[in-house]
């Protein structure tokens, strides 16, 4: 998967298009990701001490990895990433800028 913990990405479909939002988790082997504050959902959540009141929690869901772009970090713009080799190290680079990503 091309986008890593702590990218911070932008919306490209569904209800929450054009929002960006740093990615939270990664989870590669469905092909998803969990984005700060998009894709929200309400959770009712039960009172769990005696005189505590039950409360709605909206918690971040997992969204398809393919929904999302990455915010470069030295141009801005909404790219696809692709890979270089240095130094026998593969670097992720904007296919926009054509900058590193790390």
């Known amino acids: 998967m091309k986008i890593r913990k702590g990218d911070q990405v932008q919306i490209i ?4 298009r054009g929002k960006r939002g740093k990615v939270i988790r990664v989870l590669p082997k469905s092909g998803k990701l ?3 504050g998009i894709n929200l959902v309400k959770k009712h959540r039960r009172p769990r001490k005696g005189g505590e009141k ?3 929690v909206e918690i971040p869901t997992p969204l398809a990895s393919s929904k999302v772009k990455l915010i470069c970090p030295h141009c801005g713009k909404p790219t696809r990433v692709g890979y270089k080799i240095e130094k026998s190290r593969k670097i992720r680079m904007c296919k ?3 900058g590193d990503i790390q």
């Open 13 to 16: 479909s569904g209800k929450d």
């Open 34 to 36: 969990v984005v700060e």
């Open 54 to 56: 039950g409360q709605r």
């Open 96 to 98: 926009v800028c054509k």
